[in-house]
Every structure is written in C-alpha cells, then in structure tokens.
C-alpha cells in the first residue's frame, strides 16, 4: 500500500512538471513526453491493484483439511505436483482440471486417457522408492494405504510430501464429499462446485421423471462377478442408489454390501432385468447368462434383458457415476429414458 501511495505522489509531481513545462514552452513534443510518462505511471498503479484484487480474490492457502482418517492436515501453498494411488481420486482429479500436475498414478488407473501415460506407482502396495523419488507436493491416498502402510506413509510426510487420505465412498453424497476435500487441498474449489452442480441436476432429473412415469417397478438382478461365484450389490452401494433413483427394486435389497448367492438363489428372485458389471474381462458376458443350465424360466432371461454395463461407471466413486445412472435408466426403462 505505501508502494501505491508513492506512485501517487509521483504521479501529482509528474502532473506539475506537465502544466509547467507546457506553461513554458508549448511545444507539442514536450506534451506527449510529458503525456508518456504519466500514462506509464498510471499503468505501473493500475498494475499493481490488480494483482492485490487477484491474490485477494484466488488466496486459498494455507488450508487445513481434516481428512476421512481424522488428521487435519495443512497445505501451505497451492500444489504444483500430485501423486494418485487410487483410480477414483485420479478421474476427480483430472476432472477438476489438475492433469498437468498430476506426476504418478496407480496401476490401475484408466481414466481419463491421459493417466494412461503418467508414471505408475503401484496399487495397493505403493512403490514407496518411486514416490519419494518423484517428491510430489500432495499424495492422495485411500483408507486402505491408510490401515496397511501407516509407516510408509509416514516416510512421506517426514519428507514433506502432504499425505491426504481420501475414504471409501458408499453413496453420492460421499463423493461429493471427496471432490471438494481434493479441491480444497488443490486450490480448485470452483471447478468442484461446477462439477458437483452438474451431476446433482442430472441426478434430480432422473430421479423426478422416473417418478412420474414409473408405475410398475422393475426387479433387476446385478452381477459384479461372474459364476460360479457370483457376487452382487446389496443395500449401502451405488448400485443400490443407482435403481432406487430410477424406480427399480434391487433383487438383493435384503442384503448388505457386496454379497455372494448361489445361483439357486437367484433364480428364485425371478428378477425382470439382469445387469452384469464383467464385460471388461469376460467375453459376450450376456450371452453366458442367457444360456445357464437353471435360468431358462427367469424372465429377465425369457425376454432377453440382460445387458453388460462399464463397472467404472456404477462402482467406482468418481463424476462418472452419474454415467452409470443415466445408462441404467435407458436400459431398464427404454421406452421412458431413451
């Protein structure tokens, strides 16, 4: 502020400095000389509020952030590299447009096609080596690393890398809870705002016109695995939210989690519509449930409703989900959705 004031004084003794040398000799040369000056001084001030506005106005750090193991931890500055090892907190992070500082991902991260050629640091076992090599500003870990490596994560902090344990997530409130942990942490809380706007009101318009158009509920079986050990999503999972939203019933909404029935007891739920999650690493993963010895009198079976979602989008907790939603309505309820 004295800086500004300064330039101030210097701009009223430029301005006498005009009056007295035009006063005197009135030459046009004179005046734009003078007039020069002064422009470049008013520039010089101008300039400077600016950039006092925009550090007021972008200023996010320090921040101290609890985190979901219960540590509060404080990030003095605005992150300039970011290590993943945990393929949802990497789809959050791209999203919220921080790609170019992300330095390392799990092996397991596939999305968006750009983490594809970030350095792999390991999945549930961490390249510690790696890591502490790459010396990122901020590691974004799950509960898992949390629970499993406590002393590895330690090595981190001890070498100045902020530690952020972000945990797992059952529904979309708590994804959206781990979107904005990551942005405030990563100094991009707009973005994350934008995000979270766009998947709720996606989410709200499924929800209002499934019920007002959905009168006869359709029961859907969900396959996370394969046979012989099939495994499926009970209550306090997306996929649970996911048909509730869209007015379906969930054949296992007796059940708690990922659970694992026998085929005799699914066949028994008779359910309307078959969801398989395995396409991934399962060939034609419809056609292997439509030819089961047991299953010809199911009717999700009599009519040929079996269909192979992406598993990314419906279990893992990311902006994605609102995917898996919306690709659930038009194949449950086609005629409302699509």
């Known amino acids: 502020m004295n800086e500004i004031f300064k330039k101030w004084g210097l701009y009223s003794i430029v301005l006498l400095l005009s009056m007295a040398i035009i006063a005197g000799c009135g030459t046009q040369d004179q005046e734009q000389g003078i007039q020069d000056e002064v422009n470049l001084e008013e520039e ?28 509060e931890v404080t990030i003095e500055s605005e992150p300039e590299s970011i290590v993943s090892i945990q393929a949802s ?39 510690a080596e790696l890591i502490l090599t790459l010396l990122p500003d901020v590691a974004l870990v799950s509960d898992y690393h949390f629970n499993s490596h406590p002393e590895i994560l330690e090595q981190f902090e001890e070498a100045g890398i902020n530690v952020l344990v972000v945990g797992s997530a059952t529904s979309f409130t708590d994804v959206y809870g781990n979107i904005e942990m990551i942005a405030a942490a ?42 012989p050990d099939i495994f499926t999503t009970g209550q306090n999972t ?45 060939e034609n993963p419809s056609a292997t449930v439509l030819t089961r010895d047991g299953w010809a ?41 699509k």
């Open 238 to 282: 997306f996929m649970n939210e996911m048909l509730e939203s869209i007015q379906a019933i969930n054949a296992a909404e007796d059940h708690e989690g990922w659970v694992k029935l026998t085929e005799e007891e699914i066949v028994q739920l008779n359910p309307d519509v078959i969801i398989t999650t395995y396409g991934y690493y399962i």
């Open 297 to 337: 009198e199911v009717p999700a079976v009599i009519n040929e409703q079996v269909f192979d979602v992406d598993n990314d989008t419906v279990t893992r907790p990311g902006p994605r989900l609102i995917e898996g939603v919306e690709t659930l309505a038009e194949l449950i309820y086609p005629e409302i959705f």
């Open 186 to 227: 990563t100094g991009s809380k707009d973005k994350a705002e934008e995000i979270i706007s766009d998947m709720q009101q996606r989410h709200d318009a499924i929800k209002e016109k499934a019920e007002e158009s959905i009168t006869d509920k359709k029961k859907v079986w969900v396959e996370v695995s394969p046979a």
């Open 44 to 71: 010089e001030i101008i300039s400077d509020d600016n950039v006092e506005l925009d550090e007021d106005r972008g200023e996010q750090f320090p921040v101290t952030i609890t985190d979901d193991a219960g540590r």
């Open 89 to 127: 907190n990497t789809e959050i992070a791209f999203a919220l447009g921080l790609g170019d500082k992300i330095i390392g991902v799990s092996d397991y991260c596939n999305y968006p096609a750009e983490a594809l050629e970030v350095e792999k640091v390991g999945a549930q076992d961490m390249n």
